[in-house]
């Protein structure tokens, strides 16, 4: 009788789950969807950004700055689900493994990513995630369509290449 009750008690633990890996995240908890849907992207809080169209050759690289989870060995976003994907990312940072500090940014399917951008003097500023993450601020956009039609003059220092270019849609 005693043997009965230990076997039916053990096989229900282990038929209603109680058994979990240590460090995994299950997305399919009743929580993660109910949290997906009740997101909110308009009035989350951020700095909103786009993931940048790339040229075909760089399209198999996707956005390796980019990961789901803020661990540096975690894959990389895929350039097919993403180009094109709006996103605003939080100024404050969190730690990941080996206390590297990464960027949260919440997309506009209510996915939460990271970046570990490039630090400067053991910070790193926001601006930099444009510069090396494969994205553009929406800001930066608005300020460039402002300069259509303007002239604009650049300064090269003395010693740099005068090979830089300026793209435009007007060769001349």
């Known amino acids: 009788m005693k043997q009965t009750l230990f076997t039916v008690f053990l096989a229900s633990v282990i038929m209603t789950g109680c058994v979990t890996t240590q460090g995994v995240r299950s ?10 849907k009740d997101c909110n992207f308009s009035t989350a809080q951020g700095k909103e950004f786009v ?9 198999k ?3 390796q700055a980019w990961k789901r989870a803020p661990d540096i060995s975690g894959s990389k ?7 094109g994907k709006h996103g605003k990312v939080k100024t404050e940072t969190v730690s990941g493994k080996y206390r590297s500090k990464w960027f949260v940014a919440l997309t506009d399917t209510c996915e939460t990513i990271y970046t570990s951008a490039r630090a400067r003097n053991g910070q790193k500023p926001i601006g930099d995630l444009e510069k090396f993450t494969g994205i553009y601020f929406t800001e930066s956009i608005k300020k460039a369509k402002s300069l259509i039609g303007q002239d604009i003059w650049t300064n090269v220092p003395f010693g740099a290449k005068k090979s830089r ?3 435009t849609s007007d060769p001349t």
Do not use: C, H, M
């Not at 997305?27 to 997906?36: E, G, L, M, S, Y």
């Open 165 to 167: 270019v300026l793209f």
């Open 77 to 83: 976003l895929s350039y097919k689900d993403y180009a």
């Open 27 to 36: 997305t399919n908890n009743v929580a993660d969807i109910k949290a997906a």
């Open 51 to 59: 993931f940048r169209k790339q040229s075909p050759s760089l399209q």
């Open 61 to 63: 690289y996707g956005y």
